[in-house]
């Protein structure tokens, strides 16, 4: 493109505030001073020759609409703006606010779109539990940007869902390890959900062994080696779990591990995946799916217009998974009771 060529750019929000037909071509160069100004809540337009127009040059707008963008720039500036949490005709025409909720989510490296779509859905309570920090290497499958790097992830994930917000999230963070952290036990006790995206079968289990106890419904998600697909494994108190699904599908060598390890957290298994190859367009997939599962445990008992997704488990191939689907998108879904001989929840 010549440095004289424009393009058609839209400006943040106005498609919101009632200004049909303001769009205006400028020069790419201008972007990014247009959406720095705006998004700092002077209320930046374009006008037909390229040029910055405030607020206070009213030659584009009458004077309604120049109040309608005052009172955005207002609440920017105040972060009374909460473009999530907000009345929204485009959710709440399918389901009730999750205000309410608390949503805890273990593991904040593949698992962070979680939490923003939840955040999206109204849920406005979070608890973060993960001890590693956010690297370059991440970048390529995460939500945060480089401004993030080297923050503890659950830190990074934290100021970016209250940046993307408007600062309305309720979050608790832990930078902590799970295996001897003095407040997982507490803090899972009082969510609504436990969001489990972890990239070890022992942090799975361990969770699963309190999720249980507690008698709080926990979704586990997970990427297969190399991003040919993953799993989505949907918990609910009185049904089967984390252990009794690795019981009906035969993976009893590492529930044998497991059982007989003194320290937990060092159990190792085939199934471990940490910082393996894989694409972010591939994890998102699951993660989406990953939070449709979520809404249908935290809508249950809620009158809401979206219907259930799938069954409690979930195999997806996004492009064929060796011995398991070799068709690409497509899954293999299945309702998991308990198991007779589950460690866990066998009564």
Known sequence: MSQNQTNEYRIPGLEDVGIPGKRKPINPQKISEVIDVYTAGKGAMIDTNGTLVTQKDARNFNPDQLSQLQNISTSMANNSLHPYHSANQRRDALMPPLAEMRVTVVGLGGGAP??????????????????????????????????????????????????????????????????????????????????????????????NEISVELGVPTIFVGMFEGGTGGEIFAAVPGEGCYCCLAEHIGRKHFINTYVKATRKGDCSSTRDTSAMPGLGVDQGILCHIATRKALD??????????????????????????????????????DIPKHASCMTCHE
């Not at 859905?121 to 590693?132: I, L, N, S």
């Not at 963070?173 to 079968?201: G, W």
């Not at 996004?318 to 689907?325: E, M």
């Open 114 to 207: 979680i939490p923003v779509e939840l955040a999206k859905c109204g849920v406005e309570k979070f608890t973060f539990f993960d001890m590693d920090v956010l690297s370059l290497e991440n970048l390529i499958r995460h939500p945060c940007g480089i401004e993030y790097i080297h923050l503890p992830k659950v830190d990074a994930v934290s100021q970016y869902l209250k940046r993307q917000s408007g600062q309305k999230l309720s979050i608790a963070q832990y930078a902590e390890d799970i295996f001897t952290s003095m407040h997982l036990r507490a803090e899972i006790a009082k969510s609504d959900l436990l969001i489990v995206a972890t990239d070890t079968e022992a942090s799975r289990f361990f969770l």
């Open 297 to 334: 445990i935290l809508l249950k008992n809620k009158n809401h217009k979206l219907p259930p997704v799938g069954k409690n488990w979930i195999v997806f191939s996004i492009c064929g998974i060796t011995n398991v689907l070799s068709d690409s998108l497509t899954s293999i879904q299945m």
